[in-house]
């Protein structure tokens, strides 16, 4: 079936490599004998993604992808096989789309003149207020 990442592309199941590893951290004695964290791979290069999603998973600066081009997830927030390892192709496919994701363009703007002139009469205001709070001649 595959990976829904958007309307028009999946990741095939073959693409994906997952792994049932022990978890770590504190958990009693069954966290010693059952394998619940799962360990996803997903190697960006050899994936039949198009190849603009490719190239801007590649450029990301994201902790998740290695400098070979390896999408490396490891999950273990729950305490079962299966919620993990729907978390890890969560995680995943919420890589990919924040990937591909664009920027809005910010567009500088400027204050208006009634900001300007309420801005400046404003400062005059308080400058007054503080020239009577000095001294006092008699």
Known sequence: MGLVISAGVTIPDDEIILSAIRAQGAGGQNVNKSSTAIHLKFDIKTSSLPEFYKQRLLVLNHHLVTSEGVVVIKAQEYRSQEQNREAALARLVALIQEATRFQKVRRATAPSKNA?????????????TKNLRGKVDF
Do not use: A, N
């Open 116 to 128: 300007k002139r309420k801005r400046l009469e404003s400062k005059v205001r308080r400058g007054e």
